[in-house]
T-cell receptor, first 111, second 114 residues
Framework: SQQGEEDPQALSIQEGENATMNCSYK?????LQWYRQNSGRGLVHLIL?????REKHSGRLRVTLDTSKKSSSLLITASRAADTASYFCATDLYGNNRLAFGKGNQVVVIP | DAGVIQSPRHEVTEMGQEVTLRCKPI?????LFWYRQTMMRGLELLIYFNNNVPIDDSGMPEDRFSAKMPNASFSTLKIQPSEPRDSAVYFC????????????FGPGTRLTVT
């Protein structure tokens, strides 16, 4: 079954604003990851949060994980035009060696 | 390291023709994944290998699709015969530790079947 399903949003924001996107999943996980995909390119790993972590930071990125609600959020602070991309969450099926990706959130940052 | 390398980057072919997509994973990575991305279905895992052995091919759509990994540095995904509904972007990814950790994606092959 499909895991890692983002709220189906297309987000358009001004440069300097924050962007938040959400992801929900259905079953137990080892970890949850966020990836970015620029137009016409492959996915790039951004951050991984383990099931026993609640929050993680990496530069301007902040990820939260709520295992009781089976949801995660990705916050990009002080957005830049270069942050324009699609963002995917991905979950591993517990005990499995594969990731299930959501359909992605498109974010457009207007300079 | 050059990252995951895929070829060709673009492929246009006619229905019924054989298509072969190629991938070179990052050196030392033991896991290799083939994905397909379309607007309608998103990113789907087709098959993955561990140490050159196919582990899970449950995502391969049908017998027209086959994948091989003859050695640690090369994999192919073949479609024979191709159909218009196979049009998509095909990604190869590799991982050092396992599929549930960070995966490194290639640039993809955009396949158009007319």
């Amino acid at each position: 079954s499909q895991q890692g399903e983002e709220d189906p949003q297309a987000l358009s924001i001004q440069e300097g604003e924050n962007a938040t996107m959400n992801c929900s999943y259905k079953t137990s996980i080892n970890n949850l990851q966020w990836y970015r995909q620029n137009s016409g390119r492959g996915l790039v790993h951004l951050i991984l949060i383990r099931s026993n972590e609640r929050e993680k930071h990496s530069g301007r990125l902040r990820v939260t994980l709520d295992t009781s609600k089976k949801s995660s959020s990705l916050l990009i602070t002080a957005s830049r035009a270069a942050d324009t991309a699609s963002y995917f969450c991905a979950t591993d099926l517990y005990g499995n060696n594969r990731l299930a990706f959501g359909k992605g959130n498109q974010v457009v940052v207007i300079p | 390291d050059a990252g995951v390398i895929q070829s060709p980057r673009h492929e246009v072919t006619e229905m019924g023709q054989e298509v072969t997509l190629r991938c070179k994973p990052i050196s030392g990575h033991d896991y290799l994944f083939w994905y397909r991305q379309t607007m309608m279905r998103g990113l789907e895992l087709l098959i993955y290998f561990n140490n050159n052995v196919p582990i899970d091919d449950s995502g391969m759509p049908e017998d027209r699709f086959s994948a091989k990994m003859p050695n640690a540095s090369f994999s192919t995904l073949k479609i024979q015969p191709s159909e218009p509904r196979d049009s998509a972007v095909y990604f190869c990814a590799s991982s050092l530790v396992g599929g549930h950790y960070e995966q490194y994606f290639g640039p993809g092959t955009r396949l158009t079947v007319t």
